[in-house]
């Protein structure tokens, strides 16, 4: 099940990526090659990167990008790095708990009153509706991850480390140097 929310997850993040260029530059031509352009692009753009965004962040989750200050935690043993790590998954999940309660209720309203966007005739929650989407995979990613660091089949940290990432880098580049 988590592969297959991953390759969605992935593709999805493409296409949005892909269709933001489009857009983009459909754009770009329009206005300096044929003095022309649409006023829904930039919203329609504006959209497709908070699409982005919010998808990233559970991609995020998932693949320890998310950059953090862990200097405090690595003074202390692993069993208490496990202990940061999990209570660091609970607090995550309380807020996206209470971003996705707050994005359901705004996109439960602006359904109801059925507001459309500003330059194109779709309706909002359409939209907006990657809030409830976007915090509902963070959720589930987050629940990943502490099951992960309960079960100690992950390190005790949800974020990315940076300087390891660097120093092993270097070392691979070091690697490659004396093999030539």
Known sequence: MSKFITQIEESFISLLMAAMVLVTFSQVVARYVFNSGALWALELT???FA??????ISY??????HIGVDA????FKTPV??????????????YAGIMFYGGWIYVGKLKKIGIETHDMPIQKWLFLSILVIGM???????????????????DFSILGDESKDAIEQFMGDDKSEEQK
């Open 46 to 48: 504006t959209y497709l």
């Open 72 to 75: 405090f935690v690595k003074l």
């Open 81 to 94: 790095q496990r202990l940061f790590g999990l209570l660091a998954v609970i607090a995550s999940i309380i």
């Open 60 to 65: 995020g989750v998932k693949t320890h990008i």
């Open 136 to 154: 509902g995979l963070v959720i589930f990613r987050l629940l990943q991850a502490f099951w992960n660091i309960l079960t100690a089949k992950d």
């Open 51 to 56: 699409w982005l965004v919010i998808f990233g």
